[in-house]
């Protein structure tokens, strides 16, 4: 039995990271991400360049928990570094789809040739552009990869097809590409 388990994030110079008690906030360039990790029982130790994320007595769960918060710290660092994005495209058999974005929501017109407006809340942080030139296109940008990626989810959730068979009814809105700004 290992007596702990320890997972070091390296911090880079552009950025600032804070620990106080178990929440974490990292600055940096593009804004700044808080996020509070009191569910876990871990030590979180800053040196200089680096964050030690070590837990106790690991067993089951818990020895996956410092890899776990170690990843999701390093998101944090390359959302406030680079940012995050994601291409959304609509697929249609028959009915062409139209993206409408206004304050703080994203519509999807004409689903299937329906009437039915299907509108998705967009979260704090997260932009949502519609191309003009690709009518069939939207790309959704943020600096929380969680709250860019839920907002994607949201909206592929909201042209789900009911009552049909899916392997033949493939219509809805996807995501076509993803990565770092």
Not at 85 to 108: D, N, Q, R, S, W
Request: proline fraction near 4%; hydrophobic fraction near 40%; include cysteine.
């Amino acid at each position: 039995m290992h007596l702990k388990n320890t997972v070091s994030v390296n911090i880079p110079a552009e950025v600032t990271l804070t620990v106080n008690k178990q929440e974490i906030t990292v600055k940096g360039p593009r804004g700044e991400l808080k996020r509070n990790f009191d569910m876990v029982p871990l030590d979180l130790l800053k040196t200089a360049d680096a964050l030690q994320i070590t837990v106790w007595f690991p067993r089951g769960k818990l020895n996956a928990m410092p890899r776990t918060i170690a990843s999701h710290i390093t998101n944090m660092i390359t959302g406030v570094t680079k940012g995050f994005y994601f291409v959304m495209k609509a697929a249609h058999a028959h009915f062409p789809m139209e993206f409408v974005v206004k304050t703080g929501l994203v519509e999807v017109r004409n689903y299937i040739g329906q009437k039915e407006v299907h509108t998705t809340e967009i979260l704090p942080g997260v932009t949502v552009t519609a191309d003009k030139e690709k009518k069939n296109e939207i790309k959704v940008t943020g600096n929380d990869i969680e709250a860019v990626s839920y907002t994607c989810a949201k909206i592929h959730q909201s042209c789900r097809i009911h009552n049909k068979d899916i392997r033949k009814f493939l219509d809805g809105v996807y995501v076509a590409e993803r990565g770092t700004l």
